[in-house]
């Protein structure tokens, strides 16, 4: 999640919205996920671990349903001395409502004040990052189709390796 360049890699999934279900909670935006070193658990702190990037207490930063500012949690990390790249992976409206009303949000007027919020601060990403490479040229934001992947399988998969800099054969379990 964090350390020397290409030392250690990290790979953070969040959905927008992430957490719980539209139901039960309204969603709101944190500005970045801190690592996992920096989060509690069962109210646990490990400040030696955390206190360097200024830390010393537990994040309530995610707790409930949320959306993660992609900006700001790029460029946090940067400034954390990471490689850090946004791979944002955008689907199909129709399928991604059909998908995510079923079992996220059945509130239809919720899933769209959502949607809205959420395509928004995959915008702002892709607007402030796309100028601003990571060292080494990696970008700091790509965009990736759900949908394409699963058509085109490998192929697809081995140009966004490329895209993102890395460097592997590995092919996981579409679906």
Known sequence: EYGEPREVVGVLHQSLPWGETCQSQKSRTIPYWLPAECRCENHMFYE???????????????????????????????KQGSIATALIVVRDKNIELASSSRLHCTDAEK???????GVELMREAISSLSSKPN?????????????????????????????????????PIIK
Request: proline share 3%; with cysteine; glycine share 6%.
């Open 135 to 171: 060292i080494g040229n990696i970008p700091s934001v790509v965009i990736a189709s759900y949908e394409t992947l699963n058509a085109l399988g490998a192929p697809y998969l081995f140009h966004l390796y490329e895209e993102l800099g890395i460097s592997t054969d590995f092919i």
């Open 111 to 117: 899933h769209k004040i959502e949607t809205k919020d």
């Open 48 to 78: 030696q671990e955390c206190s360097h990037l200024g830390f010393n207490k537990c994040s309530s930063l995610a707790i409930g349903r949320h959306m993660v500012n992609i900006t700001n949690h790029i460029q946090w990390y940067q």
